[in-house]
């Protein structure tokens, strides 16, 4: 009988919870009475296993890794998701913030989370293992209207139609669907109207118009049929949910969000491209010693420039969906996205349960940034009537976001939008 003594190896967390998602989390691989090793089983630690692992530390040269995770933002984005989550009692959250130029996510948030220091014992009942799912970069979901700015887009892209062109927003039938509206548009209605108030019929439309041609050309160029390239194995398996196929009730479905399912990094990643001049990027967690664009173009300048007139016009427009995020700082575009659960129990959805998002870009007058945000299940029931959408549950935090967020990446406030702020 004796006592032994060995080496182990143990990671420690000075940050605790702070990107924990990121980050990820290590596992005893192999031991035995004298010795411990440990492995990468999620994010960083798993992506970069061969450099980290001590095992390996004679072979690699420079085994540091250098994330472009700003903390002081990630430590205000979670702190904020996390009020926001209480506060709408949301199941879950999750936020990104990338540079649309080089592609350097900034903050990733996924709510709930964990702290890495504390091991994972035996998954129990007691035991919430979905504490684990990174719900942006893992997690798929149908995103709503943040999906009516691609047919847009492509029909700009192929000169099929400008901002004024008025499109027929009559409710109509295919296959026997009812294809309408939540509140009343005219008989027609311009594409810039369509986008600023959200209409499912004018974005059906557009999407016919546009063809499944057409329509799977702009998801492509976007990046939303194929997992986000990143350093984070947990992306590269993330495969969006596609439509079996693509008749003309597919088409206008997926149109306005319904019937397709990405995760919030495609979405951060396909509203970057549309507001950097319409160049491709990648997504990257590591940081890199430029500010430039590396991609190739993609889509015409000019696209994008309408584009992102219309996402302003989303927030300043008084009858925009998301003009409670008008701020007197920054000049911010964007669209909103509110989609019903698919109910598990029978055929349909669940008009008490959602999934609300929300993409903007900021700050306008040389955009730099993409935020994209989703509560699962949130209510709001501080107003006066209880409210499920988009603009009055993930919007104002958004708000709360940028305005809070943008002091600590060097964002200067913008006079014009003080004016816009202002109705001058």
Request: with cysteine; hydrophobic share 40%; net charge positive.
């Amino acid at each position: 009988p004796g006592i032994y003594f060995g080496k182990r190896e143990y990671r420690f967390y000075p940050h605790g919870t702070l990107a924990s998602h990121v980050i990820g989390y290590t596992k005893v691989d192999k031991f035995d009475v004298n010795y411990a090793e440990i492995s990468g089983i999620s994010g960083v630690e798993r992506a970069f296993e061969n450099k980290l692992a001590i095992k390996n530390s004679s072979k690699v040269m420079n085994n540091s890794i250098h994330l472009s995770l700003d903390l002081p933002v990630q430590a205000e984005v979670e702190n904020v998701l996390k009020e926001w989550q209480k506060r709408m009692g949301a199941k879950a959250g999750g936020v990104v913030i990338m540079n649309i130029h080089n592609g350097e996510i900034v903050a990733l948030a996924s709510s709930p989370d964990f702290n890495a220091n504390k091991g994972r014992g035996e998954l129990g009942k007691d035991k919430d293992s979905s504490i684990y799912f990174n719900r942006v970069v893992q997690g798929v979901y149908e995103m709503g209207s943040t999906f009516k700015i691609f047919s847009v887009a492509q029909g700009l892209e192929k000169d099929l139609f400008t901002l004024d062109t008025l499109i027929d927003t009559r409710a109509f039938r295919i296959n026997s669907r009812n294809i309408e509206d939540k509140y009343k548009f005219n008989y027609e209605s311009s594409i810039y109207e369509i986008i600023v108030r959200s209409s499912n019929v004018g974005s059906a439309r557009l999407a016919l118009m546009v063809g499944e041609i057409g329509l799977k050309e702009i998801f492509s160029k976007l990046g939303l049929l194929e997992p986000v390239r990143l350093e984070l194995r947990e992306a590269n398996t993330t495969r969006p949910i596609l439509p079996k196929n693509w008749r003309d009730i597919t088409l206008a479905t997926v149109s306005y969000g319904y019937g397709i399912s990405v995760s919030l990094l495609h979405l951060a990643k396909a509203y970057a491209i549309l507001g950097n001049g319409g160049f491709d990027i990648e997504p990257t967690i590591l940081k890199k010693n430029h500010n430039s664009q590396s991609g190739s173009r993609v889509l015409k300048k000019t696209t994008s420039d309408e584009i992102l007139k219309l996402l302003e016009a989303v927030v300043t427009d008084q009858r925009g969906t998301a003009r409670i995020l008008r701020s007197k700082y920054y000049r911010i575009g964007g669209k909103t996205g509110t989609a019903e659960k698919v109910s598990l129990e029978k055929r349909g959805y669940q008009k008490d349960k959602v999934v609300t998002n929300f993409v903007g870009l900021f700050p306008l007058q040389e955009p730099r940034f993409v935020i994209a945000a989703f509560l699962d299940e949130p209510e709001n029931n501080l107003l006066q009537e209880p409210c499920r959408y988009a603009s009055c549950t993930v919007v104002p935090m958004v708000k709360k976001l940028i305005e809070r967020t943008g002091p600590l990446m060097n964002v200067t406030p913008d006079h014009q939008a003080l004016m816009f702020y202002r109705g001058l």
